[in-house]
Nanobody, 121 residues
Framework: VQLQASGGGLVQAGGSLRLSCAAS????????MGWFRQAPGKEREFVAA????????YYADSVKGRSTISSDKAENTVLMQMNSLKPEDTAVYYC???????????????WGQGTQVTVSS
């Protein structure tokens, strides 16, 4: 499975971005799609995830209330709307696919190439 992430960019603090991740193959209802991010000098961290079958979503405390993860099943695409962006949200954002829900990067089998999000103060 190939994942193609897009939608990153440079925004001012308080702005919004919508990230998109398209899968090359069908995403099954048992799969979980997640977003992670990695800032320079830091480890990759969990941001959000969604169970493809039920649509149940999960968020890191750092983005809860500001971000919404969603699925477009017709397009085999996972989306993440990020609002009220802060400079500390600056990172490369990666989408990933897992067989079951986890916040651990090691549980995700497939990864997109990453898209840069830069938030200026």
């Amino acid at each position: 499975v190939q994942l193609q992430a897009s939608g990153g960019g440079l925004v001012q603090a308080g702005g919004s971005l919508r990230l998109s991740c398209a899968a090359s193959e069908r995403i099954y209802s048992s799969n979980v799609m997640g977003w992670f991010r990695q800032a320079p000098g830091k480890e990759r961290e969990f941001v959000a995830a969604i169970r493809w079958g039920t649509g149940r979503s999960y968020y890191a405390d750092s983005v809860k209330g500001r971000s919404t993860i969603s699925s477009d099943k017709a397009e085999n695409t996972v989306l993440m709307q990020m609002n009220s962006l802060k400079p500390e949200d600056t990172a490369v954002y990666y989408c990933a696919m897992a067989k079951s829900y986890s916040r651990d990067v090691r549980e995700y089998d497939y990864w997109g190439q990453g898209t840069q999000v830069t938030v200026s103060s």
